[in-house]
């Protein structure tokens, strides 16, 4: 882990994301976090857009071991963000979300959805106004499916976890009609229990028809300062790994979100 990657768009959650992971960084003991924005499809011109940004990194406050880089391309945001990304070995893209009126879910639904599916790497949404807090609880949010293990980038989530040291809640809901198959239902049982055995977590099993609230509620309620959750694409996965559930979440959580590829993807 050698780098965080800021998107900005200027935006007061995008600000504020920016200081939430030159806080973890410290934490985490990173070197480097890089600001990065995108002028595709926008008049104004790169060289004040950069001026602003640098101004921007003057602002935040650091330890004085973390370097800040400031970039500013014209190319798209994902292409943007993957390059980037292998340039300077991100380890995740950090990002802020903004406002709770309709228009609001809908665009941070869209922007999460598109950054979480292209970013070659895992992707961190931020709350608006979140302050950051030393990760000592994380709560992982996984369904009960046929070949779970195959689908959960465990490798990734257990060296994460590791890292920094944190107890780990699994936490799962299902509505009070489900009708999952008994075979898929033990064998979606065994996955969950051996895939994160060695960290010693704790299981909870929830029943609620909102998926992402509950899960949402559970985070907050125990004392949650991370909440990691497993997206597929459209048709791909069902239950907890449904895109519409990772929108959601990033709607609904008052704890920052950090979001997973598939294994299988």
Not at 75 to 85: C, F, K, Q, S, Y
Not at 233 to 247: D, E, N, V, W
Request: hydrophobic residues 45%; contains cysteine; glycine residues 6%.
């Amino acid at each position: 882990m050698n780098t965080l990657l800021v998107l900005i768009d200027f935006s007061q959650s995008s600000l504020n994301a920016a200081q939430y992971a030159l806080s973890w960084a410290f934490q985490l003991n990173i070197k480097k976090v890089v600001l990065y924005h995108s002028t595709a499809g926008e008049s104004t011109g790169e060289e004040d857009i950069a001026k602003e940004l640098e101004k921007i990194s003057r602002r935040l406050v650091r330890e004085d071991k973390i370097e800040i880089t400031c970039i500013v391309n014209s190319d798209a945001l994902d292409e943007g963000i993957n390059a980037l990304a292998r340039q300077y070995q991100a380890f995740l893209v950090v990002m802020g979300i903004t406002g709770r009126n309709k228009v609001g879910q809908k665009l941070i639904g869209s922007n999460v959805f598109q950054v979480s599916q292209t970013a070659d790497v895992p992707v961190l949404v931020v709350p608006a106004k979140a302050k950051f807090k030393t990760i000592r609880n994380i709560a992982l949010a996984l369904p009960i499916i046929a070949d779970l293990q195959s689908h959960t980038p465990r490798d990734d989530i257990k060296s994460f976890v590791k890292t920094l040291g944190a107890t780990l809640m699994i936490v799962n809901v299902a509505g009070s009609k489900d009708r999952t198959p008994k075979p898929v239902l033990y064998a979606g049982l065994k996955d969950l229990f051996g895939l994160f055995d060695e960290l010693n977590p704790s299981y909870h099993f929830l029943t609620d028809q909102n998926t992402a609230s509950s899960i949402a509620d559970f985070a907050k309620d125990n004392n949650a300062q991370l909440l990691i959750s497993i997206s597929g694409k459209h048709g791909f996965l069902q239950g907890m790994f449904k895109p519409s559930i990772t929108k959601k979440l990033a709607y609904h959580s008052v704890v920052p979100l950090l979001i997973y590829r598939s294994g299988k993807e």
